[in-house]
C-alpha cells in the first residue's frame, strides 16, 4: 500500500511540476585521482520526476587517471534533490552509486600484465544548471566517486523533450 501511495504521490508532482520530464546530457571536465590528473567525458540521460527529484544514468570515461596510466570510465545511476534559487537557475545534490571499470596493461621488468578489474562504488556531490533557451541549459557538477579516490569537475549541456 505504501509504495503504491509513493507511486501517486510521485505522479502527481510529475504532472504539476513544471519542469518535469526526459532530458540528455553531455559533460566534459577534470577527473582527479592519487595518481593523475586528465580531461573526462560523460553522456547519459535522466527523468526529472517532479520539480525538484530526477534520476539519472549514464557513462563516464575519466581516461588515463588510474595508476600506470590504467583506462577507468563506469556506468551510474544516481538521484538528484534540489531547487531552484532564481528563473532558470537549479540548484541540486546528487547521490548514487556506479559500477567502475579499470582496464589497461602495465609493463613491468620481465613482460607485462593485464589488469581488468570492476567495483560497485557510491558517488555523491553538488551541481547547477543554468537556463538557456527552454529545451537546452548548461550545467556544471563536482561529484566524489569511489568513496572520494576519484573527484571530477565538469561543465556540460542539457537537452529537454
Not at 501511495?5 to 577527473?31: K, R, W
Not at 573526462?40 to 570515461?61: C, K, R, S
Not at 577507468?72 to 531552484?84: E, K, P, Y
Not at 561529484?143 to 549541456?157: C, K
Amino acid at each position: 500500500m505504501k509504495k503504491i501511495l509513493l507511486c501517486l504521490l510521485l505522479t502527481v508532482g510529475a504532472v504539476s511540476a513544471d519542469d518535469t520530464g526526459f532530458y540528455l546530457y553531455g559533460d566534459i571536465g577534470i577527473a582527479d585521482t592519487d595518481f593523475a590528473t586528465g580531461p573526462m567525458v560523460g553522456l547519459g540521460g535522466g527523468f526529472q520526476i517532479t520539480e525538484f527529484v530526477g534520476v539519472e544514468l549514464g557513462y563516464n570515461n575519466f581516461g588515463e587517471t588510474g595508476p600506470f596510466d590504467i583506462d577507468i570510465s563506469s556506468v551510474s545511476f544516481a538521484a538528484t534533490f534540489g531547487t531552484t534559487l532564481s528563473n532558470g537557475t537549479f540548484i541540486h545534490g546528487i547521490v548514487g552509486f556506479e559500477e567502475l571499470e579499470a582496464d589497461g596493461r602495465v609493463n613491468v621488468g620481465f613482460g607485462s600484465i593485464n589488469i581488468d578489474g570492476s567495483s560497485n562504488e557510491p558517488l555523491f556531490g553538488i551541481g547547477a544548471r543554468f537556463g538557456g533557451d527552454g529545451s537546452t541549459s548548461f550545467r556544471t557538477r563536482l561529484i566524489s566517486h569511489d568513496s572520494g579516490d576519484l573527484l571530477t569537475l565538469t561543465a556540460g549541456v542539457e537537452y529537454r523533450f
